[in-house]
């Protein structure tokens, strides 16, 4: 089985206008609504693929019940801890010129709650695969990602998309694969990164830290996959970007959906290539047929 882990998800409130006047009353062209968090667009992005997953997380109150019957109108298989508090809103806004995005206020989370979360874990078998992604709720202690691996077996597949402390916690427990973008790679060493032998430099450095594989993503200018043995360089095909909203996490999904149909981490990267550009060449979350339609313009070639 798969499982997505989201601690800290949202509704995600969209909101689309030709230009936002700070301090003036603006009018949206178009407005929606849908339920947010890493770990759900992964969950999202299997089932369109036609892969089951399980969605964990916390959730709460009128906007976690909101999620919570999105995913079963999905048909997503969910196991949510319960809180007092509402799941936060995030607002999502786009202008023909920039995206901006305003992150909600986190909902409370007990220590009991955390208890009940990591018990969930204990279900999780040798062959499954975990994918831990998105950021920790302020209530929740950085090291939770590296609890949870800790209570896993240890050939469990681990996929850590995260930042902050709680990578760095995540790193030293070890992890199957870690998928920072390249500007994540620059803050997490806190220097600039000119060409792409520092860029592969930086990806070996985190797998000394504990991340066997490495996944790099470069937005326009492709990605890099550092395994054990190889460099892999993966170009971006070329489309009209509609949106980057959760092209990464649909990028994650990829790979799982590659090995997931029995293919090595190396065959399963042009899965990932193809789902993070379909998503960001779509208003929503990419569908299978998108994703196949982009698997021809894939080019990976050792470094």
């Known amino acids: 089985m798969i499982y997505t882990l989201t601690l800290n998800p949202a509704i995600d409130y969209y909101m689309i206008m030709e230009n936002f006047q700070l301090g003036a009353l603006n009018s949206l062209e178009e407005g929606y609504t849908l339920p947010g968090g890493k770990g759900i667009n992964v969950s999202k992005v299997l089932k369109n693929f036609s892969v089951e997953s399980v969605a964990l997380g916390f959730i709460g109150g009128f906007t976690g019940d ?53 018990k969930k874990f204990q279900q999780v078998k040798k062959e499954d695969i975990v994918i831990l992604s998105g950021s920790v709720p302020s209530s929740v202690k950085a090291t939770i990602y590296a609890d949870i691996i800790k209570l896993l077996p240890k050939e469990v597949k681990i996929i850590l998309d995260t930042r902050g402390v709680p990578f760095v916690e995540g790193l030293k427990a070890n992890v199957y694969l870690t998928k920072p973008n ?47 043995d190889e460099v892999y360089v993966g170009n971006a095909p070329q489309g009209k970007l509609i949106s980057s909203v959760g092209a990464g996490d649909s990028m994650v999904a990829g790979i799982v959906y590659g090995i997931a149909q029995g293919n090595s981490l190396v065959e399963a990267y042009k899965y990932g290539i193809a789902s993070g550009s379909s998503t960001a060449f779509s208003e929503g979350l990419t569908t299978i047929d998108g994703m196949k339609s982009l698997l021809n313009k894939i080019e990976i070639k050792k470094y």
């Open 66 to 118: 909101y999620i919570i019957k999105h995913l079963k109108e999905y048909q997503i298989e969910n196991d949510f801890v319960t809180l007092n508090e509402n799941t936060r809103i995030n607002i999502k806004l786009k202008t023909k010129d920039s995206e901006t995005e305003i992150a909600g206020i986190s909902p409370k989370i007990t220590v009991e709650n955390i208890d009940e979360l990591l």
């Open 182 to 228: 390249n500007h994540e790679l620059e803050e997490f060493f806190n220097r600039k990164l000119n060409n792409l032998d520092e860029i592969i430099e930086a990806g070996k450095e985190l797998q000394k830290l504990g991340s066997e594989n490495v996944l790099i993503s470069l937005g326009k200018d492709g990605s890099i996959l550092i395994t054990k």
